[in-house]
């Protein structure tokens, strides 16, 4: 059974920056597609980016410029490079895979 575990939240000032981390266990495939979500409170979760095996990426427009997607196939990680974040940056971020959801990372912006 594939299992997602995501890392690497926590509260940082706006303007500052987070790495989520994303281990993939349980798979000797490396999946098509990776992606990030996020769900703030009171919201539906929404795609923040996903990243293909080409290594093509694509994000949503609200975080375009300021977060990378990567992943590294040799440590079955995938990861979020989160630069200039902002208080509406705020919310449970979720590594989606395999067709599994791992159990998501808080990250918190401050004002």
């Known amino acids: 059974q594939v299992q997602l575990v995501e890392s690497g939240g926590g509260l940082v000032p706006?303007?500052?920056s987070l790495r989520l981390s994303c281990v993939v266990s349980g798979s000797s495939n490396s999946p098509n597609?990776?992606?990030?979500y996020r769900q703030a409170p009171g919201k539906e979760r929404e795609f923040v980016a996903f990243i293909i095996s080409s290594?093509?990426?694509?994000?949503?427009?609200?975080?375009k410029g300021r977060f990378t997607i990567s992943r590294d196939n040799a440590k079955n990680t995938v990861y979020l490079q989160m630069n200039s974040l902002k208080p509406e940056?705020?919310?449970v971020y979720?590594?989606?895979?395999?067709?599994?959801?791992?159990?998501?990372?808080q990250v918190t912006v401050s004002s």
């Open 89 to 91: 940056d705020t919310a």
């Open 94 to 105: 979720y590594c989606k895979g395999y067709g599994s959801w791992g159990q998501g990372t």
């Open 33 to 36: 597609a990776m992606a990030w």
């Open 14 to 16: 706006a303007g500052g």
């Open 55 to 63: 290594g093509d990426t694509n994000y949503a427009d609200s975080v």
